[in-house]
């Protein structure tokens, strides 16, 4: 799965944003998933990171699903690479921060993840993709939004597509 958004900030701003998110800062990916460092900053590779997806939102009931990511990849503001290792998916993330000739950022997230136990047999009933890119897109919405104005929109709209 590939979910990608062309973002006004350059990657400069992106990296910090994203590392704050996954640090447990709660600004852009909220209501979908919230990020708990576990051991070590989210750039150290061999850092873990425990992410937990809010079915219906934080606080809003509904499942939750909680997996473990491990860093394997580093290159400052451009290149950040996860292996989840626990919990309800495993396989690989990556995210992809590329210049773009106005100043921009184009972020790039790779989803290469499989389901696992429950999860894996919901996803016969329930295109579990097809959530993720949803909620991957509003994301880069709200993240749009956030470095655009300083406030996170409460909408799926901005750059991501």
Not at 10 to 18: F, S, T
Not at 19 to 30: I, K, P, Q, T
Not at 38 to 54: C, M, N
Not at 110 to 136: I, K, W
């Amino acid at each position: 799965m590939v979910d990608e958004a062309w973002l006004t900030a350059g990657p400069d701003a992106v990296w910090e944003a994203l590392l704050g998110e996954l640090s447990g800062e709660a600004r852009w990916w909220v209501p979908d998933n919230t990020f708990e460092p576990v051991d070590g900053a989210p750039d150290r590779v061999g850092a873990l990171t425990r992410i937990t997806v809010h079915t219906k939102g934080v606080d809003k009931g509904g499942k939750k699903l909680r997996f473990t990511a491990r860093t394997t990849a580093v290159q400052q503001a451009e290149r950040l690479a996860l292996e989840y290792v626990e919990g309800a998916f495993r396989g690989t993330a990556e995210f992809t921060l590329t210049r773009l000739e106005d100043g921009g950022t184009r972020l790039v997230m790779f989803f290469r993840a499989s389901p696992q136990g429950q999860l894996a047999f919901l996803a016969r009933l329930v295109d579990v993709g097809a959530m993720h890119t949803r909620a991957t897109r509003a994301a880069f919405g709200r993240l749009n939004q956030l470095l655009s104005t300083g406030t996170p929109a409460a909408s799926t709209a901005g750059g991501a597509r």
